[in-house]
């Protein structure tokens, strides 16, 4: 269930605060956006990806990723939110990657300006497709989304106004550029959906989620 604040009250922050339950909060141009935390099957997915990331990618020298890291554009003011200051405008994505020598943008435990690429995952009645816009603005050249539940994946790149998104192979593999990763949702033996990925130049490396 959807639930506005036409303005949200001072003890309901503090509240959330104080039980660690405003972890996934974002805040669009000023507006308050309350996330409940993610499903067991939601936070299983963003580990596995981390893990296959940070083995086959970052350890290899190809950059940076970080999972849950906030994003937010460079000159962003802070307003006051229940006696703290936050960032007026900022997102978090599951996953966020920087290339090798982009990392001077992780500035103050935040990714200051574009990431080369991050990765959504999708539960159903969230807002991941309405952060397109906000990626596209900052500069995001890829926008990797993963639904929960089916393991389908979406790669949006980044087109001159708006992103494009990138048509599957006909095998169903999507590739990502920016990553050299490919991605593609299967069924496992025992039925599920699983999501495989393995590494464009090194198809050696591969993983699962």
Not at 27 to 56: C, N, Y
Not at 188 to 196: A, F, M, Q, S, T
Request: with cysteine; proline share 9%.
């Amino acid at each position: 269930m959807r639930a506005v604040f036409v303005e949200v009250p001072e003890e309901v922050v503090r509240h959330r605060r104080q039980l660690d339950l405003d972890r996934f909060d974002e805040m669009w141009e000023g507006e308050l956006h309350m996330s409940p935390f993610p499903s067991w099957e939601h936070q299983r997915i963003a580990k596995d990806l981390t893990v296959f990331f940070t083995l086959h990618w970052e350890q290899l020298g190809e950059g940076a990723c970080g999972p849950n890291v906030g994003v937010k554009p460079p000159g962003t003011p802070d307003l006051e939110l229940a006696g703290e200051k936050t960032p007026a405008n900022y997102r978090g994505p599951d996953l966020v990657f920087l290339l090798t020598g982009n990392e001077d943008r992780i500035q103050g435990g935040w990714v200051v300006g574009a990431p080369d690429a991050v990765i959504e995952v999708r539960s159903p009645g969230d807002e991941t497709y309405q952060k397109l816009p906000f990626y596209h603005r900052l500069g995001v050249s890829e926008v990797i989304v993963i639904q929960r539940d089916s393991r389908a994946v979406e790669i949006h790149r980044r087109g001159p106004a708006e992103y494009e998104r990138v048509v599957p192979e006909p095998n169903g593999s999507v590739p990502s550029q920016v990553l050299d990763t490919v991605f593609r949702a299967e069924r496992g033996p025992d039925g599920k959906p699983v999501l495989r990925l393995h590494r464009g130049r090194m198809p050696d490396r591969q993983g699962m989620a």
